[in-house]
């Protein structure tokens, strides 16, 4: 891509909200003729945004009806499960006038008369059906204006909390705000070349590329997607390579062979924003590094037995006085302690409530594949505050944890780690907020001292909390897998789901996240994330399966050893995948159990067949490596 198109000053890249109005649309959209494209952007209870492509033209002639209205379209073209449904399949895309919209642009079309890209405006919208607003971030919206009124009432109503605060009355403050960071980990690679497993694996033992110099075609598309960002005032603060990835090999002087993990962090700013943001970062790396030959996965496990990608999220909450001060609601004002009753709330609200949030981190087969031990990624429900009050958390084993700079008391915040760049982050806060509200309620309670808080989130294992449950431990400074075994960690800590049936089943029972944001939206993304697993089983998962059974082959020159290893190789191929007159593979029984929706039973033997199928692959891999 040439840098003329990047540092063109007639392209428009924002339109910020005070514009999004008829008067002003007309005069910018009269200017900028490469604007060719109107889209609204709607985003999905699986977290997928919409695009359509409608002449501008016809867009200036209706623009009254449409970003008053909107356009109608089919329910049955996005997620949103038994809401909308053939027989009922109308839903209205209606423009959310206030956040600032934005231009996505195609440098591979260019407008023959004015010699730019051709432009999109990007539209964010709503979802609406029925009456009814059915989308992940009208869904974010409602549960964010719901914690902060519960906030407003709580702080206005206990003198203790106002003076803590040092707020005198009401209209000293004008806002409160959920603040979010991200941080996107990727892989980049060159189409259709085959990957070196045991060659990622070494280079990832050896941490040969964890911040190392980025080269070639990567570090250009890298440099010019963070300058792309700027352009659209996302300010982004790093680019890097991550812990996965090779030595690119160059062939007759281009990048022959290239895998690489990568990640970009960018300013963190209101959640709406920031999620918003999220998903341009994501269209525009994958649009830059295409553009370069280049392949980006979003994948939260892409490559097996390599470090799988995060999207670890930085929360905060935020109060803004009148005279423009801003007071981080999580930072202490006692000395000796870790945190205010806020924050106390926020992390055991999550932490509590951790398996009604999960559903809606990690409802893929691939989400749960990146939360395995010895990849930098979290498997257990467990918190790091730090050693001592004085000291941030270094612990990077957990599910969360408190980090703080004494220098800045407006950096203090909880890092979530479980997230994946396909995580549907508008839905997952949406639920976190609901269980902040749950914690808060205990930590406000005015008959409780920071103290008696510190102690309930610090409870030995046997201990009856007054909060959290018996049985139990909710901190860890300590590494989880030295300390643990395997079985300790399930049993202080909680059993993980293995499948996606496991993890979105547990939304059946009674929870605050229902409560909070209503059983018909809980139910239509639960039947959804069964769907969508029972396809992947299907199309994907058991197909790539098929294919590893049959690469097993038998080879010659075999001697005593190698015969017994094929003979336990065969056995396992023909349980996993071949039928007989008074047997029935553990593929076939998915597939007819499929059939009949018995997910338990598909769950069960889920587990089994990853479990042969592991166990296939290190014993061919012994029978392979023993020729000469």
């Not at 103290?451 to 901190?475: A, H, L, S, T, V």
Request: include cysteine.
């Amino acid at each position: 891509m040439e840098n003329k198109f990047i540092y063109n000053k007639e392209l428009i890249y924002t339109i910020e909200r005070s514009q999004c109005n008829k008067k002003h649309l007309m005069k910018i959209l009269r200017k900028h003729k490469e604007i060719k494209f109107v889209s609204f952007v709607a985003v999905d209870l699986m977290g997928k945004d919409t695009d359509e492509k409608i002449p501008v033209e016809y867009f200036i002639k209706n623009m009254d009806q449409l970003i008053n209205g909107g356009i109608q379209t089919d329910g049955s073209s996005v997620d949103l499960g038994n809401i909308a449904t053939l027989s009922d399949a109308r839903v209205d895309l209606i423009p959310d006038k206030t956040v600032d919209w934005y231009v996505d642009y195609n440098y591979e079309n260019i407008d023959c008369k004015t010699h730019l890209p051709t432009g999109t405006l990007r539209i964010w919208s709503y979802l609406l059906h029925n009456g009814n607003y059915i989308d992940s971030r009208h869904i974010l919206k409602t549960s964010l204006s719901n914690l902060k009124k519960y906030l407003v009432e709580k702080i206005n109503s206990d003198r203790e909390i106002l003076n803590h605060y040092g707020i005198e009355k009401i209209k000293d403050y004008e806002d409160i705000q959920f603040m979010l960071g991200t941080e996107l980990e990727f892989w980049v690679r060159t189409p259709y070349d085959s990957i070196n497993i045991h060659e990622l694996v070494l280079s990832q033992s050896l941490k040969e590329q964890y911040w190392k110099r980025t080269q070639g075609v990567v570090r250009t598309a890298l440099e010019q997607t963070l300058e792309i960002l700027e352009l659209y005032k996302i300010n982004p603060e790093m680019g890097h390579k991550e812990v996965g990835g090779v030595e690119t090999y160059v062939a007759e002087g281009s990048n022959a062979h290239i895998v690489e993990q990568l990640e970009i962090d960018w300013k963190y700013s209101n959640v709406v924003k920031a999620l918003d943001n999220e998903l341009m970062v994501r269209t525009i790396v994958k649009e830059i590094f295409r553009l370069h030959g280049l392949e980006v996965s979003f994948n939260a496990k892409p490559i097996k037995k390599v470090a799988g990608s995060g999207k670890h999220c930085h929360l905060s909450i935020m109060l803004n006085k009148e005279n423009g001060e801003k007071i981080n609601l999580l930072e202490p004002v006692e000395e000796n302690t870790y945190m205010s009753k806020v924050g106390w709330g926020m992390i055991m609200g999550i932490l509590k409530n951790y398996d009604f949030i999960n559903p809606f981190i990690s409802n893929t087969t691939d989400s749960l594949n990146r939360l395995t031990p010895g990849y930098e990624a979290p498997t257990h429900v467990v918190a790091s505050i730090g050693k001592s009050c004085n000291e941030e958390s270094r612990n990077r084993t957990v599910l969360a944890c408190l980090i703080r700079d004494r220098n800045n008391p407006l950096a203090t915040r909880f890092e979530l780690r479980s997230p994946n760049p396909k995580t549907n982050i508008y839905m997952t806060i949406s639920a976190i907020n609901v269980a902040i509200m749950d914690g808060l309620d205990f930590t406000l309670q005015k008959k409780l001292s920071n103290d008696q808080i510190e102690r309930e989130f610090c409870k030995n294992f046997k201990d009856e909390g007054r909060y959290f449950n018996r049985n139990k431990i909710y901190r860890e400074e300590e590494d989880i897998f030295e300390k643990y075994t395997e079985q300790e960690r399930d049993e202080k800590f909680g059993v993980c789901p293995r499948t996606v049936y496991e993890n979105v089943s547990r939304l059946d029972e009674k929870n605050v996240v229902e409560k909070g944001l209503g059983r018909e939206i809980v139910e239509a993304y639960k039947d959804l994330s069964i769907q969508n697993w029972i396809l992947d089983l299907e199309q994907r998962i058991i197909p790539e399966n098929r294919k590893k059974i049959l690469a097993c082959i038998k080879l010659e020159n075999d001697n005593k050893y190698d015969e017994d290893l094929w003979e336990q190789i065969s056995t396992l191929k023909e349980e996993l995948a071949k039928d007989d007159k008074d047997k029935i593979s553990l593929i076939s029984q998915i597939v007819e159990s499929a059939r009949k929706n018995d997910f338990k039973n598909i769950s069960e033997l889920q587990i089994k067949m990853d479990k042969k199928i592991e166990e296939l692959e290190d014993l061919y891999n012994k029978y392979k490596n023993n020729r000469i």
